[in-house]
């Protein structure tokens, strides 16, 4: 067993130590086929808005596109200050094992379905599992070929 891997491990069983950050799927044992990778996502916001992102590899979600030009989905035409979503929020990553979610260090944080997720670990996410950046909730939607 590598270092990788006991870390990931020693960080599983913290997250069923502690009942204020819930226990989420180890995205290492997920596996996936290849029909089932989307291509990209919709996000709807809790306001009925559909935001489309394509992309073959990363996401980057936060505010403030002007000045974080690496931004995929800006929401500060959504209140997205205001609700909490920093600069740099979150990534999302598409891989060939899944779909990943990253906290990027975010202020407010980071959740999959009412769960807290722990700053700069992966997390694998679901078609229709709702995302909430600080206080904005969005719920996912896959997009495939």
Not at 33 to 56: H, M, N, R
Not at 88 to 101: D, L, P, R, Y
């Amino acid at each position: 067993m590598n270092d990788e891997n006991n870390v990931d491990d020693l960080l599983d069983q913290t997250q069923l130590l502690f009942g204020d950050i819930a226990p989420l799927k180890n995205p290492h044992k997920q596996k996936s086929k290849a029909e089932d990778i989307p291509v990209g996502l919709y996000f709807t916001l809790d306001d009925g808005t559909q935001l489309e992102t394509i992309s073959d590899k990363r996401i980057m979600l936060g505010r403030d596109k002007h000045k974080n030009d690496q931004i995929d989905l800006d929401f500060n035409p959504h209140d997205g200050k205001n609700r909490g979503v920093s600069r740099s929020h979150a990534q999302i990553t598409i891989t060939e094992k899944g779909v990943f979610i990253k906290d990027l260090d975010s202020t407010n944080g980071t959740f999959i379905n009412g769960q807290q997720l722990y700053p700069m670990r992966k997390y694998a996410i679901e078609d229709g599992d709702e995302i909430i950046l600080g206080h904005l909730v969005v719920k996912t939607t896959f997009i495939f070929e």
